[in-house]
């Protein structure tokens, strides 16, 4: 069978959520993180590179290529330690969103990004902020709402974060690409 997403619940403690947030605060940069081109996103986008949290996510990564062996099936190209992640932080102050997208590459790029994975890094409570992906209807991803969750979904899928109402989300986020669908 195969799936449109699959995710862990509460997988990440927070003593190593905090860990992974203060790595990201020291080694981060602002960078264009080439949003969707037509959704609006309002929300603050910092690139680390992998290498920064392999010793801290080496555990989730494997996850994250066990599932796509076993679940999803592409053939995917190594997380390399230069490979770019996204840091995402929606804050209620702005309305943090991100409207319906899907996760691609661009025309000159010689890979598809097949797979989308967001680990939960929020070290408090927030509201609003859902994430929501279209699989033949809309489905609220509600266990994603905890901190220490991850996802992994694929990438074609049309998804969107809801406006923060109350707090911060703060969300990493780790594609997966492969070589280009033809």
Not at 6 to 23: A, R, S
Not at 103 to 131: C, H, M, P, Q, V
Not at 145 to 164: A, E, R, T
Request: charged fraction near 25%; aromatic fraction near 10%; proline fraction near 2%.
């Amino acid at each position: 069978m195969r799936y449109a997403y699959w995710f862990w619940e509460n997988l990440l403690p927070i003593t190593k959520i905090k860990k992974i947030n203060k790595l990201i605060q020291l080694n981060s940069f602002i960078a264009d993180d080439g949003k969707a081109q037509y959704a609006k996103k309002t929300a603050t986008t910092k690139t680390i590179k992998l290498n920064h949290l392999r010793n801290l996510l080496q555990e989730e990564l494997d996850k994250l290529l066990n599932i796509n062996r076993l679940k999803f099936g592409f053939t995917l190209y190594p997380l390399l330690n230069s490979k770019n992640c996204l840091y995402h932080t929606y804050d209620s102050k702005d309305k943090g969103q991100y409207n319906w997208h899907i996760d691609g590459s661009k025309d000159e790029d010689n890979f598809d990004i097949k797979l989308t994975a967001l680990i939960n890094l929020s070290e408090k409570k927030f509201e609003g902020g859902d994430l929501k992906l279209f699989v033949g209807k809309v489905t609220k991803v509600n266990e994603f709402k905890n901190s220490g969750s991850m996802i992994i979904f694929k990438s074609n899928i049309l998804h969107k974060v809801s406006p923060v109402i109350k707090g911060k989300r703060n969300t990493l986020t780790i594609l997966l690409e492969g070589p280009r669908f033809i």
